[in-house]
């Protein structure tokens, strides 16, 4: 049973304009949240992170918005550039008492020109 | 600094031979994990090493998996009598201490491929 689901496998947006990726998980265990990049023959590459006891976090074109009522989390990137393109993995973890991550399967963003 | 090295980059085997998979992690990095991904699946989490601890084998899927880790550093994924369902891309990464807070830096993985 996923803990972790990105419920999209694709997304495809155009250039300049807002990307929005989703996650939703079930453990309320779960403390500790980031967002990973990959791109094709490459290892996971982290982008942002947050910790449950803030709903959103910052950096640059990137933003992460955690709603814990909803078990939901979400990433925005806002202009979308063609760089962008990867797929994007939410991942989970407990961070005080397991040193895993537990990882949904993944969205494939393609930003067009 | 160097980041997170995996050797080798591509692996094909035949159905029922052993494999060693390799990782060295970043320098200085107590806590080394293990995660494979299937084809469309998401990171599968298998193994990982905190220090001087025992390590957390409850993602591992049968016991032909093992690994270990030598003086802290090195860690080495044994795969037995290899299997095609097997077949994916392993991947190392380590962080600088346990935890999930703790950013962890994967390495670009081992293609396994068992005919």
């Known amino acids: 049973d996923q803990q972790v689901k990105q419920n999209s496998p694709s997304l495809s947006v155009q250039e300049g304009r807002i990307s929005i990726l989703n996650c939703d998980y079930t453990n309320s265990m779960f403390d500790y949240f980031l967002w990973y990049k990959k791109y094709p023959a490459e290892g996971p590459t982290f982008l942002i992170s947050i910790s449950s006891i803030k709903d959103k976090n910052e950096d640059g074109r990137f933003t992460v918005f955690l709603n814990k009522s909803a078990k939901h989390l979400s990433l925005h990137i806002v202009p979308s550039q063609p760089g962008d393109s990867a797929v994007y993995f939410c991942?989970?973890?407990?961070?005080?008492?397991?040193?895993?991550?537990?990882f949904g399967k993944g969205t494939k963003l393609s930003v067009k020109p | 600094g160097a980041g997170v090295s995996q050797s080798p980059s591509n692996k094909v085997t035949e159905k029922g031979k052993d494999v060693e998979l390799r990782c060295d992690p970043i320098s200085g990095h107590t806590a080394l994990y293990w995660y494979r991904q299937s084809l469309g699946q998401g990171l599968e989490f298998l193994i990982y090493f905190q220090g001087n601890s025992a390590p957390d084998k409850s993602g591992l899927p049968s016991d032909r998996f093992s690994a270990e880790r030598t003086g802290g550093s090195v860690s080495t994924l044994t795969i037995q009598r290899t299997q095609q369902e097997d077949s994916a891309v392993y991947l190392c990464?380590?962080?600088?201490?346990?935890?999930?807070?703790?950013?962890?830096?994967f390495g670009p993985g081992t293609r396994l491929t068992v005919t």
């Open positions: 990464a380590s962080s600088r201490k346990w935890g999930g807070s703790y950013e962890q830096y």
């Open positions: 991942a989970a973890g407990e961070g005080g008492s397991q040193g895993n991550l537990i």
